[in-house]
T-cell receptor
Framework: EAGVAQSPRYKIIEKRQSVAFWCNPI?????LYWYQQILGQGPKLLIQFQNNGVVDDSQLPKDRFSAERLKGVDSTLKIQPAKLEDSAVYLC????????????FGQGTRLTVV | AQSVSQHNHHVILSEAASLELGCNYS??????LFWYVQYPGQHLQLLLK??????LVKGIKGFEAEFIKSKFSFNLRKPSVQWSDTAEYFCAVNRYSGGGADGLTFGKGTHLIIQP
């Protein structure tokens, strides 16, 4: 079974630039999550999708972060403009059915903002 | 807001020693509980999970965890660790209701180093 695919693996940008991350969940998984993991901390939920609808985006900094999941499959997370404190690993995860099955994580995208 | 506390941020053990990593959470409703592991250079992988039923849960690679509802705890144990258990361990919780579950809330992680 193919896992959660993310790209790119690494990205270095200057502050105030924009960046986008892509995620392809496991086939058939209805729920998709984006997490931010800052060095030395556990992952923090940014947004949760159920199919192509947003379930929870309460911790997403909406002034600079946006995410979409068109057609209920792939998802993109965008940051515009980036700040130094956005340096982190951005993790995508998916689950077949939230609350019934576990979440599977991708390798993540390591973002460095300089 | 719910929170997850992991008591030990860095643990160093010798091979064959017993392991117990503490995890407490702060939510009083129905919860699902998880331990994830991240080996060096790899993605987060599920060690074990608790949704309901027997509070003593067995996972992969000889790990187990016990859910004690009265103590809001879900401690991870392994009777005899191996060098290959060197990794970062995360406890995570989500809330469950009839309408589904929210995203995971993670603890800060425990960096476990096993010395040969």
């Amino acid at each position: 079974e193919a896992g959660v695919a993310q790209s790119p693996r690494y990205k270095i940008i200057e502050k105030r630039q924009s960046v986008a991350f892509w995620c392809n969940p496991i086939s058939g998984h209805a729920t998709l999550y984006w997490y931010q993991q800052i060095l030395g901390q556990g992952p923090k939920l940014l947004i949760q999708f159920q199919n192509n609808g947003v379930v929870d985006d309460s911790q997403l900094p909406k002034d600079r972060f946006s995410a979409e999941r068109l057609k209920g499959v792939d998802s993109t997370l965008k940051i515009q403009p980036a700040k130094l404190e956005d340096s982190a690993v951005y993790l995508c995860a998916s689950s077949l059915e939230a609350g019934v099955t576990e979440a599977f994580f991708g390798q993540g995208t390591r973002l460095t903002v300089v | 807001a719910q929170s997850v506390s992991q008591h030990n941020h860095h643990v160093i053990l010798s091979e064959a020693a017993s392991l117990e990593l503490g995890c407490n959470y702060s939510y009083g409703g129905t919860v699902n509980l998880f331990w994830y592991v991240q080996y060096p250079g790899q993605h987060l992988q599920l060690l074990l999970k608790y949704f309901s039923g027997d509070p003593l849960v067995k996972g992969i690679k000889g790990f187990e965890a016990e859910f004690i509802k009265s103590k809001f705890s879900f401690n991870l144990r392994k009777p005899s660790v191996q060098w290959s258990d060197t990794a970062e361990y995360f406890c995570a919780v989500n809330r469950y209701s009839g309408g589904g579950a929210d995203g995971l809330t993670f603890g800060k992680g425990t960096h476990l180093i096993i010395q040969p």
